[in-house]
């Protein structure tokens, strides 16, 4: 895996050793949000679609330049170790939340 991933893989693994991911699950919606922080912000993983907030998947995911952005690999890591801060929230905090997360844009 490491072959594959190069040094995002090792980013990654950092990450994920330094509880940079967090999972909040919102109630009682069931709503689930995952965020990893990177260097100095936060970006909201979608798992499901293998879809980042931050500029590296935009500007080399999807342009096919690399697979997966570290934030990505990160998320999937941590939860295939259980290795994660799971927060659990009312769905009123949901805009709260969501409105902290960095967009396509700013620069990592």
């Known amino acids: 895996m490491t072959n594959v991933f190069q ?12 509880g940079k ?14 965020v990893v922080a990177g260097r ?4 909201q993983v979608l798992p ?3 879809f980042c907030t931050c500029d590296d998947y935009y500007f080399r995911v999807m342009e096919h330049k690399k697979q997966l952005c570290y934030h990505i690999i990160a998320q999937q890591l941590s939860e295939a170790m259980s290795k994660h801060d799971a927060i659990g929230m009312t769905d009123s ?3 709260e939340i ?8 700013s620069r990592e």
């Open 7 to 18: 040094k995002r893989f090792q980013q990654a693994l950092g990450l994920v050793e330094a």
């Open 21 to 34: 991911v967090r999972k909040y699950h919102f109630s009682p919606s069931g709503r689930t949000i995952w």
């Open 40 to 43: 100095g912000r936060d970006y």
């Open 48 to 50: 499901d679609s293998l």
């Open 93 to 95: 905090r949901y805009p």
């Open 98 to 105: 969501t409105s902290k997360l960095t967009m396509i844009g």
